[in-house]
């Protein structure tokens, strides 16, 4: 018996950050990726490619946000002889921070749109900043399908795609996955 197919839906985000560290509130551009889906019910995946930033869901508050910086900041701060400096980078902390607060998220998409709690929001936190990066790679269901792609920037400003395997980093993943049952 044949596998009944799974619709998929993937698009991109790009980042450029103007800081080293920078926390983006994404939930309105994956709100839109679920929008142009047109999948009703299933789970849209956001996944931070890049080894040195995370995608995380919490409070859309200032004080929260400090609190993030300052708390991770403590746990694995800046300018220590890490060993992974010996190998000729400097970003040692970056990797620890993003494996602290998570590389990516998974979000229930009810009626068409994020089903997020009364105060949750989507986040992007770039821990080794001030370059270009990508928020996705292309995915399909297997089933003959092609990823769709598409590009925005924390500024809304649209940036040309870059190919998968660029000198770019990757930054996060959207896809989503349609309750084939429904």
């Given at each position: 018996e044949d596998p009944i197919p799974m619709p998929t839906f993937t698009d991109y985000l790009w980042f450029e950050t103007r800081q080293r560290q920078e926390f983006i509130?994404?939930?309105?551009?994956?709100?839109?990726?679920?929008?142009?889906s047109g999948i009703?019910?299933?789970?849209v995946l956001v996944s931070a490619m890049h080894i040195t930033a995370a995608v995380y869901v919490n409070d859309w508050e200032s004080g929260l946000i400090n609190d993030f910086q300052v708390w991770l900041e403590k746990l694995a701060p800046a300018g220590l002889p890490y060993r992974h400096h010996q190998t000729g980078e400097d970003n040692a902390d970056a990797h620890l921070k993003r494996t602290l607060m998570g590389h990516q998220v998974i979000?229930?998409?009810?009626?068409?749109?994020?089903?997020?709690?009364?105060?949750?929001?989507?986040?992007?936190?770039e821990f080794d900043g001030k370059?270009?990066?990508?928020?996705?790679?292309?995915?399909?269901?297997?089933?003959?399908?092609?990823?769709?792609?598409?590009?925005?920037?924390?500024d809304r400003r649209p940036?040309?795609?870059?190919?998968?395997?660029?000198?770019?980093?990757?930054?996060?993943?959207?896809?989503f996955f349609e309750n084939p049952n429904k």
């Amino acid at each position: 018996e044949d596998p009944i197919p799974m619709p998929t839906f993937t698009d991109y985000l790009w980042f450029e950050t103007r800081q080293r560290q920078e926390f983006i509130r994404i939930t309105d551009e994956v709100r839109a990726i679920v929008v142009k889906s047109g999948i009703h019910d299933g789970m849209v995946l956001v996944s931070a490619m890049h080894i040195t930033a995370a995608v995380y869901v919490n409070d859309w508050e200032s004080g929260l946000i400090n609190d993030f910086q300052v708390w991770l900041e403590k746990l694995a701060p800046a300018g220590l002889p890490y060993r992974h400096h010996q190998t000729g980078e400097d970003n040692a902390d970056a990797h620890l921070k993003r494996t602290l607060m998570g590389h990516q998220v998974i979000v229930p998409i009810t009626n068409g749109d994020l089903d997020l709690g009364p105060w949750e929001q989507v986040f992007y936190a770039e821990f080794d900043g001030k370059r270009r990066k990508r928020v996705g790679r292309g995915d399909s269901s297997g089933h003959g399908k092609t990823a769709t792609r598409g590009a925005a920037s924390s500024d809304r400003r649209p940036l040309a795609p870059v190919p998968p395997f660029s000198r770019f980093s990757g930054v996060a993943l959207a896809s989503f996955f349609e309750n084939p049952n429904k």
